[in-house]
């Protein structure tokens, strides 16, 4: 047994490492999803503050968009300044908050265990949360508010824990704690930074005498930051303002609305952590109380107090656990060390092998799935599937001799095997899976970006339809509504294009009016078999003019 043995012998090469597994986990194979709605949302106001300079009084397709602050929105309209209409550019963004997050996180636990290897562990088990993939390599905000906030509560912790009065830290942690809100509200507040609070309090009772004055100075640079575009659309639009923070707050209370258990399956946000993370839980409770290590404790009581506080919000969603795993990948972490520091039970040994062995088991189906579901279909080449033969059963091969090798369990070959097994799936599988559910004929709208002569013209659309904001944001236009019984309102327009999910010959049959078809676009990326295929998302589009 490798016990006090490290995962990687060389603390100055951490950061390489974090940021190599970032790179596979948050950047790698980013183009292969087109943007989902709430992407779409979020680029679409991005890419109207470019064209209408709308930075403080933000707009989706026209309409006043208060109800979430704007710097993740302001980052992404200074991305669409330099890199226009490049989705890959502006999810490139947020895998570099999804970075400074599992950053923040290594800063953390290397900083209350001492030791840098612990704060590796938890910060690549982290980086390899499928949750946490997920929100990194997508344009969306959520990453944005815990990533400042983590880095707020790590400033947090170095003005608490070090000597002096500690300004410098306190105000950094104020200002995170600003963006953070800047982000996303008061969600990080809530759903991270308070847990924290009840955590670290309860466990470390840190002391604030000597230091009360700059803990005042965070908390006011903390509201200054976060209050005063707030404060700014409160002089413009206080009716809209009080009308947008009444729907939020009844979103909370009446949307999405899931019984008090719905986070019962919250593993499964840790992907192949998922029975590492429910064998640390029970650890915790049968280790005893005598060697629990002060960190360890903090971690527990802080996962604790978050799934307590998600789940007391009536409005439930999956990717609001993502506050979740940062202590759920700490506790994971600190198993790890433990079952490090030696195992010192038959017990430990055979849950051990058992997680283990199914992600082994897993790696060895992987090249027979994709050879039944892809190569059989000629959707995946020879040569790609016997690499990633290779490589997924030589990983396997690996984990199976770390488990029951001359040596016994090599605790950190295991963890090194594992981490080995996510960069495989990222590397190789992305594309081959992604094919299972991309709709392979998709004749987006965003082709009429490259019509200029389209540019200059306005964009309708059928007033008895709905328009989907992802027709919006791949156009790049307003799509403004109009009435197509209203031959005055029709006329007055023209020329203009219009979308419509009807024939528009016969939508516009009879009038004095020259129709120019464009085309028909299909702008859903599932299957037309899938269940959520959209027929909103299909449009025909022509230009209307007068004879």
Aim: hydrophobic share 50%.
């Amino acid at each position: 047994m490798d016990k006090n043995q490290p995962i990687f012998s060389q603390a100055s090469i951490h950061y390489g490492i974090l940021i190599a597994i970032c790179f596979f986990s948050f950047f790698i194979h980013n183009r292969m999803i087109p943007a989902d709605i709430m992407e779409a949302r979020n680029l679409a106001t991005a890419q109207e503050m470019v064209h209408y300079g709308n930075y403080l009084l933000p707009t989706m397709n026209g309409e006043l968009r208060l109800e979430k602050p704007p710097l993740p929105t302001w980052i992404a309209a200074g991305i669409e300044h330099v890199a226009a209409g490049n989705l890959v550019a502006q999810r490139c963004a947020t895998g570099m908050m999804g970075f400074l997050m599992v950053l923040f996180l290594y800063l953390i636990v290397s900083r209350l265990s001492r030791n840098r290897n612990t704060g590796l562990i938890a910060a690549l088990i982290l980086a390899t949360c499928i949750n946490v993939i997920l929100m990194a390599r997508t344009a969306t905000w959520d990453i944005y508010t815990h990533a400042f906030m983590l880095g707020a509560i790590y400033f947090l912790i170095l003005a608490l824990e070090e000597k002096g009065v500690q300004w410098k830290n306190f105000i950094l942690s104020g200002v995170l704690m600003g963006l953070s809100f800047l982000s996303k509200g008061p969600v990080s507040f809530y759903a991270l930074f308070l847990p924290f609070l009840i955590g670290y309090i309860t466990v470390y009772r840190p002391s604030v005498r000597k230091k009360v004055w700059p803990l005042i100075s965070m908390i006011v640079v903390c509201l200054l930051v976060s209050f005063w575009w707030v404060l700014y659309v409160w002089a413009f639009h206080s009716d809209l303002l009080i009308s947008v923070g009444q729907k939020e707050s009844s979103s909370w209370l009446n949307h999405n609305v899931r019984p008090w258990y719905y986070y019962w399956q919250f593993p499964a946000e840790a992907g192949m952590w998922t029975l590492f993370w429910v064998t640390s839980i029970v650890y915790f409770f049968v280790d005893k109380k005598e060697t629990r290590p002060k960190e360890s404790i903090f971690s527990f009581i802080w996962f604790l107090a978050s799934l307590i506080l998600l789940s007391a919000i009536p409005e439930k969603k999956t990717r609001y656990l993502l506050p979740l795993l940062i202590p759920g990948a700490m506790m994971i972490g600190f198993y790890f060390r433990r079952m490090l520091e030696g195992m010192k039970s038959k017990v430990d040994r055979s849950v051990f092998r058992i997680n283990t062995i199914i992600i082994a088991m897993i790696l060895i189906a992987l090249p027979i799935a994709l050879y039944i579901l892809f190569y059989k279909e000629k959707q995946l080449s020879l040569f790609l599937l016997i690499i990633i033969g290779i490589c997924a059963w030589g990983v396997s091969f690996y984990l199976f001799r770390s488990l029951f090798g001359k040596k016994g369990i090599q605790v950190a070959s295991v963890f090194k095997g594992l981490i080995l097994a996510m960069v495989v799936v990222k590397a190789f599988c992305l594309i081959p899976i992604g094919k299972m559910f991309i709709n392979e004929e998709r004749h987006s709208i965003r082709l009429l970006r490259d019509h200029t002569e389209l540019q200059s013209l306005p964009f309708y659309h059928n007033r008895e339809e709905p328009l989907r904001i992802e027709l919006v944001y791949e156009a790049n236009q307003r799509i403004t509504e109009i009435d197509l019984s209203d031959k005055e309102a029709i006329y007055k327009a023209t020329p203009f294009v219009l979308l419509s999910g009807q024939p528009i010959d016969s939508l516009l049959a009879g009038r004095d009016l020259i129709i120019e078809p464009v085309g028909t676009f299909d702008n859903n990326w599932r299957k037309k078999d899938h269940k959520r295929y959209n027929p909103e998302l299909v449009k025909e589009v022509a230009i209307i003019r007068k004879k």
